[in-house]
């Protein structure tokens, strides 16, 4: 049971490249979520799927897009990377037991140059 | 979700009790306490939760106050390990998985 688990674990990209974070979890969850963390800061919500087929935008959505290819996985992708989504991004599932207890996984730290 | 309070920093000698405040006056009735705890930028790893009972659990105890309107997080004998970030949430399972990660409290545990 690996829990949740995100690749790649290290990127770095030019501005304008774009990358696909990947994200999947073995706990049979429903919801999944992605978080970006900046330097010194807490967790910022980008986007979540309650559900396979349903995405919805969170807190700061803006030059990112997801998508969830299953149950199991739960993608994030930067069209137009810039210096400004330099961060660390992180997964994390949840369980449906009417409860906010959520899973994440190790990040990925992303650099923009 | 109910705005909650915490102060930045708190330091622990190991060994003894870390008790970790959170301050969340403006709960809602139907609004749940979590903690979570961040170890040097890995994923979060979730502590506990309660409603308004005081629940405990292997990792830490929680005390709510009788008014909710405050908590407190205990790491009944700290290690050197249990040095992090400590985040307290408000939230209500109608919103469940849209929580709001504050700044924490950095828990430094000291020989």
């Known amino acids: 049971n690996a829990g949740v688990t995100q690749t790649p674990k290290f990127q770095v990209l030019k501005t304008g490249q774009s990358m696909t974070l990947q994200c999947a979890q073995d706990m049979n969850h429903n919801s999944m979520y992605w978080y970006r963390q900046d330097p010194g800061m807490g967790l910022r919500l980008i986007y979540y799927?309650?559900?396979?087929?349903?995405?919805d935008k969170g807190e700061v959505p803006n030059g990112y897009n997801v998508s969830r290819l299953n149950k199991r996985e739960f993608s994030l992708r930067l069209e137009s990377a810039a210096p400004s989504q330099t961060s660390v991004y992180f997964c994390?599932?949840?369980?449906?037991?009417?409860?906010?207890?959520?899973?994440f996984g190790p990040g990925t730290r992303l650099t923009v140059l | 979700d109910a705005k909650t309070t915490q102060p930045p920093s708190m330091d622990c000698a190991e060994g003894r009790a870390a008790n970790l405040p959170c301050n969340h006056s403006?709960?809602?009735?139907?609004?749940?306490v979590y903690w979570y705890r961040q170890i040097h930028s890995q994923g979060p790893q979730y502590i506990i939760h309660g409603l308004k009972n005081n629940e405990t659990n292997e990792m830490a105890s929680l005390i709510i106050t009788e008014d909710r309107k405050s908590s407190t997080l205990i790491l009944p004998h700290a290690t050197l390990r249990d040095t992090a970030v400590y985040y307290c949430i408000a939230i209500s399972n109608t919103n469940a998985g849209k929580s709001t990660f504050g700044d924490g409290t950095t828990l430094t545990v000291k020989p």
């Open positions: 403006t709960i809602s009735g139907n609004e749940y």
């Open positions: 994390a599932s949840r369980t449906d037991m009417g409860t906010d207890t959520q899973y």
């Open positions: 799927s309650a559900s396979e087929g349903t995405t």
